[in-house]
């Protein structure tokens, strides 16, 4: 390594905040500022983001974070930026001001669009090109109803005078003074526009949605330049921008998955669980979906990916909309002061279940509530349903993978929560290493920045920065773990088996 008193400047902007942290060149977080931004709920089941919120959100955490260290500018080497990679702004070509909210990932509104694209079989065309599902969770539709909506955004894209981009895409092009109009592998290939084979946007993909082939952004490996930034004219100097993943992926780079058959799970707003599968494309026979993992010097790895778009988003609503916990970290507590959730069962379909069953009509649930039931017995249904939803992610990403699973890495929010990281080793019965490091997502960026900038000179050197993890051993014999899941599935096909809504 060299200039081992170099600093790592980076961005992670994710559902609910934008941070910038400063990493060391052995991954070790330094500092850290964070801002929290508008949800926006123009309908029932629609999320959008203010853009230009969330880039003013960005320079504030930057530039705050950098006053505290003003004597170690000049040891700066790069900002790398990790992002929650299906939400998408269209943008001023000239000045890089949004035209309209960003439109969030969770967001429902294309689900009709999804469901008649379905209907005339589109579905196998589309998941043989991207890895993924004809889903609203991914842009593709909501970018169509945005355009159907707003003929005038359609024509503008059409002369180049707006952009399409998602999250990081646009923050660079803001970053760079609307200089570089880029992305990277991890981000173009979860548009639904992006052939994952052939590491190409698709016409015939834009065709399927009905979305004219406009001007979409330059797809460069993650350990790329992608110009250079002041931060407005905040630094005295230019940093280059190495470094650009999406969040999940960025910490599955991170945990250090670089071989085949290793895999970890995100627990945050919703959960993201990938499997190194591998360099050559596979698809999955069940819920879950291919991604790309990273593309480097030219070669792609893929990985078998698990979506679950209400995770930690479920414990946010037993606070914020149920008020029946004062904060997050109480959960643990509640959880364990009863021995069982007596029968109940907590069903987190709030925008529908996605991986392994993606019903986006379904609802979420509680079911099993009798005159005993206290709200530790529903905060526990609740945590236990992340751990539940997570196993059959896994379980079904094990079996079309042909892998035996023996160790999973977790990182997120969550991993703090020692009842539910304990209740995911015992339900998988194997090792959960729950990374003491929760900033996993933006060390991954970095990671790829160092290897852009040749700080790091091959994976194996990144294997050899330090790692702590806490290890959770499963407690449960596989008796006792087959009836919760026998009574879990039982309810859950309560849910599905609804007549369908819309």
């Not at 609203?136 to 894209?157: C, E, G, Q, V």
């Not at 914020?320 to 907590?346: K, P, R, W, Y």
Request: charged residues 20%.
């Amino acid at each position: 390594m060299v200039n081992s008193t170099g600093l790592f400047l980076a961005i992670d902007q994710s559902t609910s905040a934008t941070k910038a942290l400063l990493f060391s060149l052995e991954g070790l977080v330094v500092d850290q500022e964070t801002g929290s931004h508008q949800q926006i709920y123009p309908r029932a089941g629609w999320v959008e983001h203010d853009a230009e919120e969330i880039f003013q959100n960005t320079l504030k955490v930057t530039t705050s974070l950098l006053s505290r260290h003003s004597e170690r500018f000049n040891n700066i080497l790069a900002l790398s930026i990790t992002n929650q990679r299906e939400t998408f702004v269209i943008f001023d070509r000239d000045t890089g001001h949004p035209l309209h909210n960003a439109i969030v990932w969770q967001c429902r509104r294309g689900a009709s669009i999804c469901n008649k694209l379905v209907e005339e079989g589109n579905e196998d065309f589309v998941h043989q090109l991207t890895g993924l599902k004809i889903d609203t969770y991914f842009p593709a539709s909501k970018l169509r109803w945005l355009l159907d909506s707003r003929p005038d955004l359609r024509d503008r894209l059409k002369n180049g005078s707006a952009l399409f981009g998602t999250i990081d895409t646009y923050l660079i092009y803001r970053l760079t003074n609307c200089k570089v109009y880029a992305t990277d592998h991890t981000n173009a290939s979860r548009t639904l526009f992006y052939d994952i084979k052939k590491l190409a946007w698709s016409q015939e993909l834009c065709d399927v949605f009905g979305v004219d082939f406009f001007l979409l952004p330059e797809v460069r490996e993650s350990k790329a330049w992608f110009g250079d930034t002041d931060l407005v004219g905040f630094l005295n100097r230019r940093i280059p921008i190495y470094g650009v993943m999406g969040d999940s992926q960025a910490a599955l780079f991170a945990q250090r998955c670089f071989v085949q058959g290793s895999a970890k799970v995100t627990f945050g707003t919703g959960s993201s669980i990938l499997l190194n599968i591998g360099h050559e494309k596979h698809l999955a026979d069940s819920g879950t979906v291919t991604a790309l993992a990273w593309v480097m010097d030219g070669q792609p790895t893929y990985a078998f990916e698990g979506i679950i778009n209400f995770t930690g988003a479920t414990i946010t609503w037993l606070r914020d909309q149920m008020q029946l916990i004062e904060n997050v970290a109480e959960t643990e507590n509640l959880a364990l002061s009863v021995s069982d959730c007596d029968g109940v069962h907590f069903i987190p379909a709030f925008i529908g279940l996605s991986a392994p069953y993606w019903r986006s009509d379904v609802r979420a649930a509680i079911l099993g509530i009798t005159p005993s039931t206290t709200r530790a017995h529903i905060v526990r249904a609740a945590l236990e349903s992340i751990g539940f939803i997570v196993t059959d992610v896994l379980k079904a990403m094990s079996k079309d993978a042909g892998v035996e699973l023996n160790t999973v890495f977790g990182d997120g929010g969550a991993v703090s929560n020692s009842f539910l990281m304990q209740f995911v080793s015992d339900l998988n019965q194997n090792t959960l290493l729950a990374s003491q490091l929760p900033e996993l997502s933006a060390l991954g960026a970095v990671f790829c920045g160092g290897l852009g900038l040749k700080i790091y000179h091959s994976l194996a050197d990144l294997e050899a920065l330090p790692a702590e993890y806490n290890k959770f051993t499963p407690l449960l014999d596989i008796e006792t773990t087959n009836k919760l899941f026998a009574s879990w599935h039982t309810a859950v096909q309560q849910i599905l088996y609804q007549p369908k809504q819309g």
